[in-house]
């Protein structure tokens, strides 16, 4: 459990933030950051990328997430902080009482559309 690698940048964006297009505001700072490490320490080259934001789990089925995967050719999970609206996800008195229940590290429940299918994980 020793960090390997660290890097860290002031940058300037130039995209303005528009809600469900992060992608175009924060991958290419991302992949830069990817390709630094690559230069850097290629013998570090990451298994897989965590990534501040949404995945698949977005209203078009491609956050940052993928961008930055399709960019850098690595897979990426999208970890993202809010739920965004998407059509077939039920805000409802369940949904509340889930995210209530949990109370530990580790505790968690599926988020599934209408149709029962399951779109990710809360945690």
Avoid: W
């Amino acid at each position: 459990l020793q960090v390997l690698y660290e890097d860290c940048r002031m940058v300037a964006v130039t995209a303005p933030y528009v809600a469900g297009f992060l992608a175009f505001r924060e991958a290419p700072v991302l992949v830069e950051a990817v390709q630094r490490l690559q230069q850097e320490k290629p013998t570090l080259c990451p298994q897989v990328l965590l990534v501040d934001g949404n995945g698949m789990l977005h209203p078009r089925e491609f956050g940052v997430a993928c961008h930055l995967g399709v960019l850098t050719d690595l897979p990426c999970i999208g970890v993202a902080k809010n739920l965004l609206q998407m059509d077939g996800v039920v805000r409802d008195e369940l949904h509340r009482e889930q995210i209530r229940s949990l109370q530990k590290s580790g505790d968690s429940f599926p988020l599934t559309d209408t149709s029962g299918k399951v779109l990710g994980m809360v945690s």
